[in-house]
């Protein structure tokens, strides 16, 4: 009997912590909840005052530049190697960077040629069309594959 009441009386303490345990859990829940409220009440005024800009988005003006130069070098440079079979990186580099420049107006690129090229070649490693992480190696993968199959790439 003495087990029992024991027993009964550490239940009841278990019963009591988990009790006041949930009150706490559902006072945070609360809380949180009214920081939610408060929290979209401020955000509301100045998304509402993004929405009116074309700077934001997936195709924002910054991701449009971006894509504007990377298109636009990369064309470029694929000609460029097309009718330089021995060009060397720094060539191909210089071509795309030209016409990255005249495609935004801009006084420099934003992110330069050799950027894309390692991330290219990586690409191209990893689908199993060039062999060696070198110039030499993704630029005779570019001599002998048509523009438009380099260009979805």
């Known amino acids: 009997m003495a087990d029992t009441l024991q027993t ?6 278990k019963e009591l912590a988990l009790t006041q345990a949930k009150t706490l859990v559902d006072k945070a829940g609360l809380a949180i909840a009214a920081l939610q409220v408060a929290n979209a009440a401020e955000k509301a005024p100045v998304v509402a005052s993004l929405n009116g800009l074309d700077t934001i988005g997936e195709y924002s003006k910054v991701d449009q530049l971006l894509r ?23 060539e191909a580099e210089a071509s795309w960077d030209s016409a990255a420049i005249a495609a935004t107006g801009l006084q420099a690129v934003v992110v330069p040629a050799g950027n894309y090229g390692a991330i290219y070649r990586a690409n191209l490693i990893s689908a199993g069309l060039i062999a060696q992480d070198t110039w030499e190696a993704q630029r005779d993968w570019i001599v002998a594959t048509p523009k438009t199959a380099i260009m979805g790439i």
């Open 8 to 13: 009964l009386a550490l239940l009841n303490g």
């Open 68 to 90: 504007l130069e990377r298109f636009a070098g990369k064309s470029a440079s694929v000609d460029f190697v097309k009718t330089n079979p021995t060009s060397t990186q720094a």
